[in-house]
């Protein structure tokens, strides 16, 4: 009987990784958010491109205290393993188990909302049967769980056929996306009005709209979301090549390309398209780059662009469901979950029963979505599981010389402890800031039943999350007398 092996082989290369946080971050939403924020924040105005620079400075220092962790920790689990060598293993636990369940939920959100993206589609290209089939509730359920369950098969094959997957579709989202871009930049705001003139014979209307900190802040919380995802790659760490280079450098490529992509998008669509039509349209309607744009450009340009949104929300599958099952895998591994969900296939070297868990629970996501008809909570609460998750990550920074020296001493980036120590402060006076905002926001929401509040959610999940590490903590007491000098170190490579 072949012996199975007890460890993940490192066979993701720097592009395979970049690929795993660009993916997970870049969605569908870059096609919404920077326009429909024009409702969510209503005064933002000119401000949008602003906003999502001042978005980017917590994500920024979030990376950097990533970057650092990982080059000391590079190993499958991420966030519970740096934040549970660095800390306490239960504040590893609280940095990844809310991630793990919101971004779970979210795959399944994501594997739901993608088919009418296909659907609008076959409507532009004026395939009226097939839309009409995607419109059906149950096509709609059995496609969206036929897609999870593809990509959950495809990450069961091993890291290889996963890069094989990712990279192209990586390569297609941005190749339609430069459609966006180059279309949004070929056109001014007087070759809109003219368009908007000869289509529907109203004049544009301007106005201006006065700066204001509490409407830029509110804006800026909302636009952070654009920037979760990066993290995934530390996820990753334990199939990485030469992690301790790879892993930093592939988070800073992921943050600068995102970055890059996310601000020419929104700043091409606003070249074109005066934002005082987007405040106004977003007020009375749903609106999105593609539709923005379709005053100007011919059909199939259009199709081109509601492709891309297709094709962005799409590879955000492969990405996002290695990120979650390699964090039940480093609890296992670490006796924080069964054991058994620490197993590893023999011959893909993939741990095939931590990406089963996960994707049954993003089953449930896609279930539930279609029951309930919104999806909008489960959002929220992954934009409070990550700034949580963020934050102790710069406090593991922080905390990292004084609890573990002999794994600072391991930090390849950074080293003086000086700039750790900057690193750490500005990310958590940053991140705190954009938590207390979010939470804000959550709370003085009108909304009809309490638990429609992602953060009194958030609080039962991690209640009965620590509930579940406590039992198991002790028992491990129990079991282990040396459980503290173990927890101090990384599991075995």
């Known amino acids: ?136 509730s149950l096509v709609r359920v059995v496609l969206s769980v036929g897609l999870l369950w593809l990509f959950a098969g495809i990450n069961m094959l091993g890291v290889k056929s996963y890069e094989r997957t990712l990279i192209p579709l990586m390569v297609l989202m941005f190749a ?51 920037f979760i995802g990066f993290d995934s790659i530390a996820q990753a760490g334990g199939e990485a090549k030469n992690p301790t280079k790879n892993l930093p450098k592939a988070i800073g490529l992921a943050i600068l390309t995102v970055g890059l992509f996310y601000f020419t998008f929104t700043f091409a669509v606003y070249h074109a398209v005066p934002w005082q039509f987007v405040a106004l349209e977003s007020q009375i309607k749903d609106i999105t780059a593609a539709g923005l744009l379709s005053y100007l450009l011919p059909t199939g340009l259009g199709v081109v662009i509601l492709l891309g949104a297709a094709i962005a929300l799409l590879n955000d599958l492969p990405a996002m469901i290695l990120s979650v099952s390699r964090l039940v895998f480093s609890w296992a591994e670490d006796g924080i979950f069964p054991k058994a969900l620490a197993t590893i296939h023999p011959k893909r070297h993939a741990p095939y029963r931590a990406i089963l868990l996960s994707t049954l629970v993003s089953t449930v996501g896609i279930l539930g979505s279609h029951f309930a008809g919104d999806f909008f909570l489960g959002i929220d609460i992954m934009v409070t599981s990550m700034l949580v ?85 002790k028992k491990l007491q129990k079991s282990d007398p040396n459980l503290k000098n173990r927890f101090s170190k990384l599991p075995q490579d």
């Not at 549970?84 to 739901?112: C, D, E, K, M, N």
């Open 176 to 226: 339609l996306g430069a459609v966006v871009i180059f279309a949004g930049l070929s056109f001014t705001t007087e070759d809109f009005s003219n368009a908007l003139m000869e289509k529907e014979g109203r004049q544009l209307e301007l106005f201006t709209a006065e700066f204001n900190w509490t409407t830029f802040f509110s804006a800026a919380a909302i636009l952070f979301s654009s």
């Open 1 to 136: 009987m072949t012996q199975q092996p007890s460890h993940l082989n490192r066979q993701l290369g720097l592009l395979g990784l970049a690929a795993t946080g660009i993916c997970s971050m870049i969605g569908a939403s870059i096609y919404v958010v920077p326009f429909m924020i024009q409702r969510n924040v209503p005064g933002i105005g000119p401000y949008v491109l602003p906003a999502f620079l001042f978005a980017a400075i917590p994500a920024i220092f979030a990376a950097l205290a990533y970057s650092i962790l990982a080059s000391a920790m590079p190993r499958a689990g991420g966030s519970y393993l740096y934040a549970s060598r660095a800390i306490h293993p239960y504040w590893g636990f609280v940095a990844s188990f809310s991630q793990w369940f919101g971004l779970s939920i979210v795959i399944g959100v994501i594997s739901y909302v993608v088919v009418p993206f296909f659907r609008d589609v076959a409507v532009a290209l004026e395939w009226t049967a097939l839309a009409d089939w995607l419109s059906h």
């Open 389 to 473: 998750n963020f934050l102790l990550m710069c406090l593991s920074v922080a905390f990292l010389p004084k609890r573990n020296p002999a794994l600072a001493s391991e930090i390849k980036i950074f080293k003086h402890p000086f700039s750790q120590l900057i690193i750490a402060l500005v990310g958590t006076l940053f991140l705190s800031a954009f938590l207390l905002i979010h939470v804000s926001k959550d709370l003085s929401a009108e909304v009809s039943a309490w638990y429609f509040h992602s953060t009194w959610v958030w609080l039962i999940v991690m209640g009965l999350a620590s509930l579940l590490f406590y039992f198991r903590w």
